[in-house]
C-alpha cells in the first residue's frame, strides 16, 4: 500500500453530484452534495457559507475542504450551496442577497433537500453554519429534521435573543467554535452570550482567526465536526492525515 499525504488540495475519492434547491418564493440555487465514496452516509452536514458579501461562497475553504475530505475519512455526507446572488464555480444562485432575511426560504430548501434526498438516504443531518452561515442557522435553522447545529465564527451579528432562546428550547445541541483571535466575537464573550443556550458548548480554538487560515486549524474544525455528529468515524488522534494513494482523486 501506497500512502499519500492529505494537504491543502487533496481531492479524496466521493460520489459527487450537482444539485439544485428550489425555494419556496421561486428561486432556484446551485450546489453540490459529496457523498462516501461506497457506502451510505452515517452522518450529513448541510452547509450554510460566510458573508457573500465579502468573498462567502459555497466553496469557501473549510466547506471545500470538508467536501474533499470527510466522505471518505469519516462516510460523512457533505451538502454545499450558494446561498441566494452568490456566485461561485459552480454557478450563480438566482436572487439577491437579502441581508439574513429572504435567506430562510434558502435554508429550508436545503434542509428539505436533505430531508427527502433517496438513494442515499441523508441521515443524522446537523447544520454548519461559518460566520454569516452561523446567523443563519440560529435565525432561521431550527427545524425538526436537524439533529442540532454546529457553528463557526459565530459573530451573532444578525441573530436576536428570541432566536438563541428558541435553541434553548429546543434542547438541541449547539457546538460553538470560536477563534481565540476572531475579529468579531472571541471566545470569552462568546461563552456569556451563549449563555442563553445552555445546552451549548464555546470551544475556544488557540491561535485561529475567523477565517480558519492554516491546515492546523482546518484539520481541528473537521476533527471536532467529525466528533459531535459520527464519533465512531474519528480515530485516537484525529483524522488521518495520510491515506492509500488508491483513494486520491487529485492533489
Known amino acids: 500500500m501506497t500512502m499519500q499525504e492529505i494537504r491543502s488540495n487533496t481531492v479524496l ?62 462516510d460523512i ?33 436545503a434542509i428539505e433537500f436533505a430531508e427527502f434526498h433517496e438513494s ?20 432561521h435553522g431550527l427545524d ?29 445541541p449547539v457546538t460553538a467554535l470560536v477563534p481565540e483571535l476572531d475579529d468579531n466575537l472571541r471566545p470569552d464573550e462568546a461563552r456569556e452570550r451563549f449563555g442563553a443556550i445552555p445546552q451549548a458548548r464555546v470551544i475556544g480554538v488557540d491561535g485561529a482567526k475567523h477565517l480558519w487560515v492554516g491546515e492546523k486549524y482546518v484539520r481541528r474544525v473537521l476533527d471536532e465536526i467529525v466528533r459531535i455528529v459520527a464519533p465512531s468515524k474519528l480515530p485516537e488522534g484525529g483524522l488521518p492525515t495520510e491515506v492509500d494513494a488508491s483513494l486520491v482523486v487529485e492533489g
Open 144 to 172: 425538526p429534521s436537524i439533529e442540532g447545529a454546529i457553528l463557526l465564527s459565530p459573530p451573532l451579528r444578525w441573530s436576536q435573543p428570541e432566536h438563541l432562546a428558541a435553541w434553548a428550547e429546543s434542547r438541541k
Open 77 to 109: 455526507a457533505v451538502l454545499r450551496f450558494n446561498t441566494r446572488g452568490t456566485s461561485s464555480p459552480r454557478g450563480t444562485s438566482e436572487g439577491a442577497f437579502d441581508s439574513a432575511d429572504g435567506e430562510r426560504f434558502d435554508v429550508a430548501a
Open 13 to 74: 475519492a466521493a460520489r459527487r453530484e450537482e444539485i439544485e434547491l428550489h425555494t419556496a418564493d421561486g428561486l432556484k440555487l446551485v450546489g453540490e452534495l459529496a457523498l462516501p465514496p461506497s457506502n451510505d452516509p452515517v452522518a450529513t452536514l448541510v452547509t450554510l457559507h460566510p458573508l457573500p458579501t465579502h468573498g462567502g461562497f459555497m466553496d469557501s475553504h473549510v466547506y471545500k475542504k470538508a467536501a474533499n475530505r470527510l466522505p471518505a475519512l469519516a
Open 120 to 139: 442515499p438516504a441523508l441521515t443524522n443531518r446537523w447544520l454548519v453554519g461559518w460566520s454569516f452561515g452561523t446567523d443563519l442557522t440560529l435565525m
